[in-house]
T-cell receptor, first 114, second 114 residues
């Protein structure tokens, strides 16, 4: 059974602080890793993608991947109240050249307090 | 920016009735997906579709479900005889099909079975 685990939170941080969101996955065959943001009642919105070990930065967001530890994280710098949402970690496993489907974690609810 | 569009936004149906959910993927994308999210739960993969046939399907996607690409733009999910437990948000997603490319989600259809 392929699993993606996230702390459900809520994670509460003050405005301007760094929010750190974590995710672990069970299948070592996982090749692609994504962070989606989901506001209440809305659809998942792609924030970041990462494919190789290390850090990837995009604006206030940094994704970190450690395949040996089967761990992926998302850092949000200078957190804003508008960042308050549920953050979904998703993992894509490609077999035999097919595109593969996404396996999602339950999400971490982030609350940024003004 | 191109986006995935879904109709209707909300569908209310009597148990046992057939329902068709519609999606227009991003125009140059080749892979199409359906996911569902039961209220308060995680996003779950249903089916992926490429080159006019199903690539993968989950255990949820039983004989009551079918997908079709009736023309060059639409991608539909049909539930033949709806059950109460089919009540959920249904998301369509598409990707360019190149290895590891992210999946982009539509706004979803909220399906309510009475």
């Amino acid at each position: 059974q392929k699993e993606v685990e996230q702390n459900s939170g809520p994670l509460s941080v003050p405005e301007g602080a760094i929010a750190s969101l974590n995710c672990t996955y069970s299948d070592r065959g996982s090749q692609s890793f994504f962070w989606y943001r989901q506001y209440s009642g809305k659809s998942p919105e792609l924030i970041m993608s990462i494919y190789s070990n290390g850090d990837k930065e995009d604006g206030r967001f940094t994704a970190q991947l450690n395949k040996a530890s089967q761990y992926v994280s998302l850092l949000i710098r200078d957190s804003q109240p508008s960042d308050s949402a549920t953050y979904l970690c998703a993992v894509n496993i490609n077999y035999g050249g097919s595109q593969g489907n996404l396996i999602f974690g339950k999400g971490t609810k982030l609350s940024v307090k003004p | 920016e191109p986006e995935v569009t879904q109709t209707p936004s909300h569908q209310v149906t009597q148990m046992g009735q057939e329902v068709i959910l519609r999606c227009v993927p991003i125009s140059n994308h080749l892979y199409f997906y359906w996911y569902r999210q039961i209220l308060g739960q995680k996003v779950e993969f249903l089916v992926s579709f490429y080159n006019n046939e199903i690539s993968e399907k989950s255990e949820i996607f039983d004989d009551q479900f079918s997908v079709e690409r009736p023309d060059g733009s639409n991608f539909t999910l049909k539930i033949r005889s709806t059950k109460l437990e089919d009540s959920a948000m249904y998301f369509c997603a598409s990707s360019s099909g190149y290895s590891n490319q992210p999946q982009h989600f539509g706004d979803g259809t909220r399906l309510s079975i009475l």
